[in-house]
């Protein structure tokens, strides 16, 4: 098996640069080419370098996860802002993150993509341009089978992870809402009881 020269890591280059790169819509491999053409549309291959941004069918719906994620993060953090910091009433703040819960998954889009590609790239080093090289022996293709199968080990691992987060931040998030709910609708009660006297 030869794989591609684009796919070989790039000296000095790491996970965290590979994600830097998602950052900014750029190839994670070598920073240089843009990955969209459009809003939604992505080149299939990097200009600068060849990396290829094709992948399996299904492969980029794995962003909406990463999408979910950081909008649960986004709109947990505002409403945590607005009600603590600020001082919103509960309403103004969950209609607030309302709209910033529909209209921030589609601001997202495409960095959601680039993240799962900068992790797809930085996690399955060995999968990427792999084509089949006859003049290579069976124990080279079991060594690069082993390759793979480790890959596919830490990308399961890595994702498995990342939804166990998503989810106890999820539950976190509804336990403090509920929290907030029903521990708001005490003290108010009281005031009132005061001020009526």
């Known amino acids: 098996m030869s794989i591609h020269p684009s796919d070989r890591p790039v000296p000095g280059s790491s996970r965290l640069t590979a994600f830097a790169r998602g950052g900014l ?6 920073g240089a080419g843009p990955l969209f053409r459009g809003w ?18 299904g492969f980029y719906l794995g962003s909406i996860y990463i999408n979910y994620g950081v909008t649960v993060i986004v709109t947990g953090a ?14 103004t703040a969950l209609t607030a993150c309302l709209i910033v819960a529909v209209a921030f998954p589609v601001l997202f889009f495409r960095h959601a993509r680039s993240f799962l590609l900068a992790l797809d790239g930085s996690v399955n080093r060995h999968q990427q341009h792999a084509t089949r090289d006859p003049t290579e022996s069976a124990e080279a293709d079991r060594a690069h089978l082993a390759a793979l199968t480790a890959d596919d080990g830490r990308a399961g691992c890595a994702m498995g992870i990342a939804l ?9 998030m509804a336990a403090v809402t509920i929290l907030f709910a029903t521990g708001s ?3 108010r009660q009281h005031e009132d009881a005061v001020d009526l006297r």
Do not use: D, K
């Open 25 to 30: 819509l750029r190839c994670p491999a070598c």
């Open 164 to 172: 166990a987060l998503i989810l106890l931040f999820g539950l976190g």
């Open 185 to 187: 609708s005490g003290p």
């Open 40 to 57: 939604f549309r992505m080149h299939e291959a990097c200009r600068a370098c060849g990396a290829s941004f094709l992948r399996e069918q």
């Open 78 to 91: 505002l409403y945590a802002l607005l009600v603590l910091i600020v001082g919103t009433s509960h309403e």
